[in-house]
């Protein structure tokens, strides 16, 4: 029995290496078959009808350099430049996110149209001719000058 534990030994580590070779080298592969139905592309594991091709797939391996070094550009929209056109003020569109940002700070510029202004500081506590008046606790926290429906000067 002792004669025979090294030789059984030696052929069960050769099978098994033998085996793991074939598994790691021939990943196992099966026949992929495209057909046109009912004026469709379709993709099967078996042929679809008589007019069925056998698609090649190159099995993609693990490890090694996925970047093929090709340089990639991606598409980027113009910029767009601020329209006076489209608001009918000197400060033309501003991106949502800016006006935000604005919002936040409770920051105005000139040329903003009414409805930016409304935006970020809220509805006026009550007006003065074209002046937009803001109150805190009874006191005036800023005076806004609306002409022709853009913002053009503050105090």
């Known amino acids: 029995m002792r004669q025979l534990l090294p030789s059984l030994t030696l052929i069960v580590c050769a099978l098994l290496l033998y085996l793991l070779s074939t598994l790691l080298l021939n990943p196992a592969s099966a026949d992929i ?35 093929t070094g090709t340089d990639v550009e991606f598409w980027q929209a113009p910029a767009r430049q601020p329209s006076q056109a489209a608001s009918g003020c000197s400060g033309g569109y501003i991106q949502s996110t800016e006006l935000r940002h604005l919002r936040v700070k409770q920051q105005v510029r000139e040329g903003m149209t009414e409805k930016q202004v409304r935006y970020i500081l809220g509805p006026p506590d009550h007006h003065d001719g074209q002046w937009w008046v803001y109150l805190r606790k009874g006191e005036e926290t800023g005076r806004y000058h609306l002409r022709g429906g853009c913002l053009d000067k503050w105090r």
């Open 33 to 67: 078959y495209r057909c046109q139905q009912a004026h469709q592309t379709v993709f099967s594991d078996r042929p679809c009808g008589a007019n069925a091709e056998t698609v090649t797939v190159n099995p993609t391996l693990t490890g090694g350099q996925l970047d």
